[in-house]
């Protein structure tokens, strides 16, 4: 499976229903943060660019807040894209390189506690 | 045994590419009782039908099986074609080869092989067909027209300037509809009540319309050309013969707190009211919810003014029946409700309003006068803040899948109003798409950007937070600058998607006409049939059918109006002969037929039967064919089986299933 696939299927999004509103772009609290904003997530896939998603700074800005999803008037909810590409990098073991050593001095104050729990599952062993 | 013709079209390539049909022809060949078969390019074409009249002519053909498309399409067609060559046209059957076969599959074997075997059913049902003949009903030359906003009334203007007298039902005091809420009209900016009120005024003064104000529609029976309808004419408590509209009722009426429903309840009414200065007619209703003396039995001081002695506390609500040909739906929209809409802070802030509500602020008979002013404290907003598709082209639940489609115009027309009167008001609109097609549309919207400085940008708005000071936080994105935005704004209006006025459910249950999942009455035909509903005698006008704005209602109002003139001026119609027949040997008059017919076209009879050689008088159902419909409801209630409908027979139907099992 090509990772195009793998976001849509772990998502469940479609991001072809995507009208280009923006409404997630202007409720996101990180926006500023993120060198992909929200509205962006969607065309990554359309374009076959997931590798760039997962590796840009907005998947660990995203908050998880969820107002994006909350609020997308056409169901598209592209928290869950980022959340997917996340999932995707994390799933990747021993390509990333990421050892649970490693996982301490990343550490950072505003990573959201989420990803910690799942990254110290993944290499808890 | 009948002589059977079948007719295998190819329709271009629509059948032939997917069903073989020399194969059908040669299968149609050894179908007892079949003496000719042939395939034609097109048989609905003149030559095609002419190789039809041929063989009727050279092999004394006396049944037809047309392998085709739809009967929906061609039927009419063959049968013509029949009857023009001496044939019964209820001795023609349609096998539908197209949508229900070589449209839908891919593989040309088991296309084939089923489209044989539709031919097959056809065949073995022609053999049972009976000649039929078409009778005929008379037509009512009235027209009922539910609504009285602008589609209503000219749907009505010009089916009464036709000559034929029009019935109006509007639930609401007056007529007027939403275009007497509005204040001006795009893309002329002409005031909205200066044009409509003249017409108004010739709907109410005109000879062959009458008008049933604050009425609704309550019981609809009979079928195109012979509507009955029963209207409730709800209590007004003030005599309309008597009122002349002076108005002192209103002035001294002491309870002076109901929401004012023609301001958006923006401001509050007397209980006695007329909705608004130009009424029509101008007799005002008694709010009974509101009324003191209604309720506490102590008041009456608007009988006391009333120097006419119009008021009536006594007055009950009347139901009225009149006889119709045909009824036209014109019952228009509302905005949606926005209570899903949290983000946008309407119910937390008066300042952030509805589209709409601007339109009465900025109305002189609105609650504002026409000033331009904050709701919650009377200050002129100098930064404004318009949100387009609210609750529009949302597939989430939330709000509507489809685009409103006056939006965009509104808002244009809007923001340029408020910065040719208040040149110090900012405006910026926040957009997903600008849509304007149509004559002088974009030039207008154009106009507000270019002329008059609005500010529009690409992209939502996420959020609006009502701030300590007053005022409203607006975060929204640029996305052509890709930056978020926060801003400061003083009033927050918001494009509200537009829905079909709740009350049209129960109003197409009544008229059997159907509504899609967005609630608009469906058309006949999206493309060819567009203001007529598939009920025969039922027609749509204005945005019951589908968002559209005044131009185009006006337009649709117009089109349905021919339409309805069409009928109207036809002294009967034919009759559908394909109705159904008790069998008075097999009836054993146990009512239940008349029960399920929603025509009320059974009733019963004592007759003399001799059954056998028994002679002896029972009752038995009689179909009056000029009211049936042929839906077959009571062939299939009648426990003997007596209920028979005529094209369709019990026998037809088994006979076919036969074909196909064969």
Known sequence: MNSVEAIKEISGVNPLKCMKCGKCSASCPSFNEMDIKPHQFVTYVINDDVESLAWSKSAWKCLSCFACIERCPRDVQPGRLIDAARQLLIRQRGQQGLTAEEIPTLLDEEMPQQLLMSAFRKYWR | ?662
């Open chain 2, 1 to 662: 045994m009948r002589r059977i013709g079948v007719f295998v079209c190819h329709c271009g390539s629509n059948i032939a590419a997917t069903v073989d049909v020399k194969k059908v022809v040669e299968l149609a060949l050894r179908e007892p009782g079949v003496v000719h078969a042939e395939d034609y390019p097109y048989m609905c074409s003149e030559a095609g039908q002419s190789r039809i009249a041929q063989a009727i002519r050279e092999k004394q053909l006396d049944g037809l099986v047309v392998c085709s498309c739809s009967p929906r399409m061609h039927e009419a067609t063959f049968r013509k074609c029949a009857e023009k060559n001496g044939l019964n046209p209820y001795l023609v059957e349609i096998a539908n080869i197209r949508e229900h076969c070589s449209w839908i599959h891919k593989n040309m074997e088991e296309a084939t092989q089923k489209a044989a075997i539709l031919m097959r059913a056809a065949v073995a049902k022609v053999h049972l067909n009976a000649p039929l003949q078409a009778g005929t009903s008379k037509v009512t030359k009235r027209a009922l027209v539910i609504g009285g906003g602008i589609a209503g009334i000219q749907t009505a203007l010009d089916i009464a300037e036709a000559g034929f007298p029009v019935d109006i039902v509007e639930k609401e005091p007056s007529i007027g509809g939403r275009m007497s809420q509005l204040d001006k009209t795009f893309p002329t900016l002409d005031c909205s009540a200066c044009i409509l009120t003249p017409k108004m005024v010739d709907a109410a003064s005109h000879e062959n319309i009458t008008l049933f104000t604050y009425s609704e529609v309550e019981k609809v029976s009979g079928f195109v050309g012979n509507f009955t309808v029963d209207i409730r004419k709800k209590a007004r408590y003030v005599d309309m013969d008597k009122c002349t509209g002076c108005g002192v009722c209103q002035e001294k009426c002491p309870s002076k707190k109901s929401l004012n429903e023609f301001n958006r309840g923006l401001n509050t009414r007397s209980a006695i009211y007329t909705p608004f200065a130009q009424a029509i007619p101008n007799v005002p209703v008694i709010d009974a919810t509101a009324c003191i003396k209604m309720k506490t039995g102590k008041c009456g001081i608007c009988e006391k003014f009333c120097q006419a002695g119009a008021i009536d506390y006594t007055q009950k609500d009347a139901i009225i029946t009149r006889e119709y040909g045909a009824i036209v739906v014109a019952t228009g929209f509302d905005t949606i409700p926005l209570d899903k809409y949290g983000e946008y802070a309407y119910n937390e802030s008066k300042d952030v309003i509805t589209s709409l509500e601007l339109e009465r602020i900025m109305n002189a008979a609105g609650p504002t006068k026409g000033h331009l002013e904050r709701l919650s404290d009377g200050k002129a907003p100098k930064e404004i803040v318009f949100i387009q598709c609210v609750g529009s082209r949302c597939s989430d639940r939330r709000g509507k899948p489809y685009c409103s489609k006056i939006c965009c115009m509104y808002t244009a027309k809007h923001a340029m109003l408020i910065r040719d009167k208040y040149p110090d008001t900012k405006v910026t609109v926040f957009y997903i798409d600008v849509r304007t097609p149509g004559k002088n549309f974009d030039e207008f919207y154009r106009r507000a950007v270019e002329d008059y400085g609005v500010n529009y940008i690409k992209g939502q708005v996420g959020k609006v937070a009502p701030q300590p000071d007053g005022s409203l936080l607006v975060q929204g994105v640029d996305l052509l600058e890709n930056k978020q935005i926060l801003k400061k704004a003083d009033m927050v209006v918001l494009a509200t998607a537009i829905e079909p006025n709740k009350d049209v459910r129960k109003i197409a249950t009544m008229l059997t006409a159907s509504i899609d999942t967005n609630n608009f009455l469906t058309e006949a035909h999206p493309k060819l049939r567009p203001v007529e509903s598939p009920t025969a005698g039922v027609f749509l006008s204005g945005v019951c059918q589908g968002p559209k704005d005044i131009p185009e209602t006006v337009a649709q109002a117009g089109a349905a109006a021919v339409k309805v003139i069409g009928l109207l001026a036809k002294d009967s119609l034919t009759t559908n002969p394909c109705t159904a027949k008790s069998d008075e040997l097999r009836c054993n008059g146990c009512s239940q037929c008349a029960n399920v017919c929603p025509y009320g076209a059974i009733s019963y009879e004592t007759k003399l039967i001799n059954d056998h050689g028994v002679r002896e008088e029972r009752r038995i159902a009689v179909v009056n064919s000029a009211l049936c419909q042929g839906c077959g409801a009571c062939t299939v209630t009648c426990p003997s089986g007596a209920m028979d409908l005529q094209g369709f027979s019990n026998r037809q139907i088994i006979a076919e299933v036969d074909a196909i099992c064969r």
